[in-house]
Every structure is written in structure tokens, then in C-alpha cells.
């Protein structure tokens, strides 16, 4: 079952979740001590546990390098999904604000300066 979860989602987040994702996966092949790999499985676990889903876009910002102010980079009502599956695999797209069908080999190009996607381990 799917479960429809609605987030904030900010670059740095989805970032930061990804990295929380990777590291406490590998820290339990790292960790020497029995009872911190028990405890740092029982983390990850926990962690799979409630990000497994499909979470809806609420926002998209972005940091201006030069005046560390948040931005709507892809405009003031941006679509997006993110899903992550219990296999660990993670599938999103991130739609611009405002998109229009396509008409000519310019509007694709333009298009494209407003989508991004992944899927992936």
C-alpha cells in the first residue's frame, strides 16, 4: 500500500534526507560494537519504516549564494512527487510552475529548463 504523505520539501532536505538514507544504511557494516550495530539497525529500520511512500511537492526553494535568500527557482506553484520504496530506491520529478504543452522545437527546449526527474538506488 502506498500512503500519500504531504511534505515541504527544500533542496537541502531532500538532500539531507537522501545522505541520512546512505549513511545509516552503511553504519551498521561499520560499526565494531554489537549492541551500537543492533541499535543503529533498529534506526535504520525505523527510518525505512516511515519514509517508505509517495510524498507530494508543498514547495520548492532554493539559497541564493549571494544573499542567502530563499527563492522560488522553479516558480510559485511547482508540482512534484517523491517516492521511496522499501528496496531502497527513490523516483522523483519536479515540475516548474505555469507549464504549457509544447507547440515547436523551442517550447520542448524551454520545457526542459523546468523538469527535473530521477529514479535510482
Known amino acids: 500500500m502506498v500512503l500519500a504523505k504531504h511534505i515541504s520539501l527544500h533542496i537541502k532536505s531532500v538532500i539531507a ?4 538514507s546512505v549513511l545509516t544504511a552503511a553504519v551498521p557494516a561499520c560499526a565494531q560494537d554489537t549492541k551500537e550495530a543492533t541499535s543503529t539497525s533498529a534506526g ?4 525505512k519504516k516511515n519514509i517508505v511512500g509517495v510524498w507530494g511537492l508543498v514547495s520548492y526553494k532554493v539559497e541564493d549564494k549571494e ?13 512534484g512527487r517523491v517516492i521511496f520504496t522499501p528496496d ?19 517550447d520542448r527546449a524551454h520545457l526542459m529548463k ?8
Open 44 to 47: 535504520t529500520a525505523n527510518l
Open 67 to 79: 544573499t542567502g535568500k530563499m527563492i522560488d527557482a522553479m516558480g510559485s506553484s511547482p508540482r
Open 88 to 106: 531502497g530506491w527513490v523516483a522523483f520529478n519536479l515540475e516548474g510552475s505555469d507549464r504549457q504543452p509544447a507547440k515547436t522545437d523551442a
Open 114 to 121: 523546468t523538469l527535473v526527474a530521477y529514479i535510482g538506488p
Open 17 to 20: 534526507v537522501c545522505a541520512v
